[in-house]
């Protein structure tokens, strides 16, 4: 991970590891999007899914330094996106069998939160025709 100041465009503050694989879904394709919501800010740090490594890196933000705090399970496959609200963060897994998966925010990182790992609903099965 790189950060980038807002002086001047372009200016590098520092960078951390986030000791994850990056990740690119096989077949997909070209989405300049595709990260966008991969990092969030989660007081009074940030928060980073790494899709090959199937993990998330919770950073401690100090100054211009970025520190790692923990690197977690995604509890799924693929994570691509994350959430945060208040105290909670959601992480959303798009690989294999999507999912979504729930964590506390904490001094140390991110705790899963139990039973709140949930996949999307199948999608209805259309009428068969009468002709």
């Known amino acids: 991970m790189t950060a980038v100041t807002g002086a001047s465009a372009g200016e590098v503050a520092g960078s951390c590891a986030t000791s994850g ?5 096989v077949d997909a394709p070209t ?5 966008q919501g991969s990092l969030v800010h989660d007081d009074p740090g940030c928060s980073a899914v790494t899709a090959g490594s199937g993990t998330v890196t919770s950073f401690r ?6 520190t790692v705090r923990q ?5 799924g496959d693929l994570p691509s996106s994350i959430a945060v609200s208040g105290r909670i963060a959601y992480v959303m897994n ?3 069998a999507d999912s979504v998966q729930g964590f506390r925010l904490t001094a140390d990182g991110l705790a899963p939160l139990p039973d709140t790992r949930r996949s999307p609903p199948s999608p209805p099965t259309p009428p068969k ?3």
């Open 21 to 25: 694989k990056g990740g690119d879904q």
């Open 61 to 66: 933000v100090e100054g211009r330094y970025l």
């Open 31 to 35: 989405d300049s999007l595709a990260s």
């Open 129 to 131: 025709s009468s002709r």
């Open 94 to 96: 798009a690989g294999g």
């Open 71 to 75: 690197v977690a399970g995604s509890g």
